[in-house]
């Protein structure tokens, strides 16, 4: 079959220590230390193997995500960008929902022709952080398009327990648009994980800003508009994302170069502070000195966005303003899935303004191409177009 494969070299830098776990395994916990002179390109790989578990997906819609761009992106050595776990060659591609045409002889809740979201952590269940319910910590983390192969292809096998069944949303968007919208779902459990499993969720009524708004900030977005936010600002360099921003449910965009957005938020709030910031810039250091100076009384900030940053921090706020500050990865258990899932399926978060292009699989390097200009919403792949 067809996929879209990215191929690096392992050249550890000269100052990286590579652990014996690295070595054994040839996964690079670090992949922006390791990974040199990635090439992408759609080519032939080969069909995926169904173990007594699995499902093979016929892959219907798979969108490009940030991550993706930081493996076409390099850094002036040649390194990749993305810093976390991989493993090369493999397909890319984890944001997808697709359809059941073969299922191995030990599945017992799905059947061909079902319609599925896929998690992309592929947590074991077996150590220690899986067994006491923190799946997102999983110690022996496979991750769909990052160490095995992913969506940009026309199928993938997955052990059944990592679908969700999609059947909602399809019945209530129709098919084409359901499968786009079911592809979606990952991004979404990114930042419903981080505002209402880690943070706590917010009250009817909270003041909610969003520092960045790519796929997961205009998540975010949908999500506290839908939770019903009193008031929703969005902070963003690119116009093109704040109009997707306003589009998705935020009152108020700007660009935070062109004001001061804790004395934005400080006036939005009539002096109060807010309630939720979520930090989906991954430029903490910039956003939370903001963000410190505008919490309200029991405030809460989510960190989403990843950084290699260290961050100073006036703690007294903590105490003065009884506020919080969460971290957040991932996206499995705790019910996300199925409640980001219904939400779509009953219409209260509708998050297909953001999907901005689509392209067939063959184009799937000039999707992620278009990416880097980080102007889109979501692009979409359609391997079976
Ligand atoms: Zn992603
Ligand atoms: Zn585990």
């Known amino acids: 079959m067809k996929g879209l494969v990215l191929d690096a070299k392992w050249d550890p830098r000269p100052d990286y220590k590579v652990s014996d776990w690295e070595k054994e395994t040839g996964k690079a916990i670090s992949g922006n230390n390791v990974w040199r002179y990635p090439k992408l390109e759609v080519r032939e790989w080969p069909d995926p193997e169904l173990g007594p578990h699995d499902v093979l997906l016929e892959v219907q819609a798979c969108g490009v995500c940030g991550s993706d761009m930081h493996f076409y992106e390099t850094d002036e050595d040649g390194y990749i960008l993305y810093p976390g776990l991989t493993k090369f060659p493999t397909i890319l591609g984890h944001e997808?929902?697709?359809?059941?045409?073969?299922?191995?002889p030990e599945v017992t809740m799905l059947?061909?022709?079902?319609?599925?979201?896929?998690?992309?952590?592929?947590?074991?269940?077996?150590c220690t952080p899986c067994r006491n319910?923190?799946?997102?910590?999983?110690?022996?983390?496979e991750e769909i398009g990052f160490t095995i192969p992913g969506a940009f292809a026309k199928y993938i096998a997955v052990d059944e327990k990592f679908c969700w069944k999609?059947?909602?949303?399809?019945?209530?968007h129709g098919l084409e648009k359901g499968v786009e919208l079911a592809a979606l779902t990952e991004p979404t459990t990114v930042a419903y994980n981080g505002i209402f499993e880690r943070g706590g969720g917010i009250r009817p009524g909270h003041y909610a800003a969003v520092f960045g708004t790519g796929p997961i900030g205009l998540a975010a977005v949908g999500?506290?508009?839908?939770?019903?936010?009193?008031?929703?600002?969005?902070?963003?360099?690119?116009?093109?994302?704040?109009?997707?921003?306003?589009l998705v449910g935020a009152d108020y965009v700007y660009d935070p170069r062109e004001v001061a957005p804790h004395e934005v938020m400080m006036a939005l709030?009539?002096?109060?502070?807010?309630?939720?910031?979520?930090?989906?810039?991954?430029?903490?250091?910039?956003?939370?000195?903001?963000?410190?100076?505008?919490?309200?009384?029991?405030?809460?900030?989510?960190?989403?966005?990843?950084?290699?940053?260290?961050?100073?921090?006036f703690l007294e706020v903590l105490q003065v303003r009884r506020s919080q500050v969460f971290g957040a990865q991932g996206h499995s258990g705790h019910e996300t899935f199925p409640n980001v899932?219904?939400?779509?399926?009953?219409?209260?978060?509708?998050?297909?303004?953001?999907?901005?292009?689509?392209?067939?699989?063959?184009?799937?390097?000039e999707a992620i191409a278009k990416a880097t200009e980080r102007k889109d919403g979501k692009i979409i792949v359609r391997p079976q177009w």
């Open 96 to 104: 997808f929902s697709s359809k059941v045409v073969e299922v191995g």
């Open 111 to 126: 059947k061909v022709g079902d319609y599925v979201t896929t998690e992309e952590m592929i947590w074991c269940g077996r």
């Open 133 to 141: 319910g923190y799946p997102n910590h999983c110690e022996n983390l």
């Open 166 to 172: 999609v059947d909602g949303i399809l019945e209530r």
């Open 223 to 246: 999500l506290l508009e839908a939770a019903g936010a009193g008031r929703i600002v969005a902070f963003e360099v690119s116009p093109e994302r704040r109009e997707l921003a306003k």
């Open 269 to 313: 709030s009539k002096g109060e502070g807010f309630n939720m910031m979520v930090e989906a810039a991954g430029a903490p250091q910039l956003t939370v000195p903001e963000m410190e100076k505008s919490l309200a009384i029991n405030g809460k900030i989510v960190q989403i966005g990843r950084a290699a940053q260290r961050v100073p921090m």
């Open 341 to 365: 899932i219904r939400m779509v399926a009953s219409g209260r978060l509708d998050l297909s303004p953001i999907i901005t292009a689509r392209y067939k699989l063959d184009d799937t390097v």
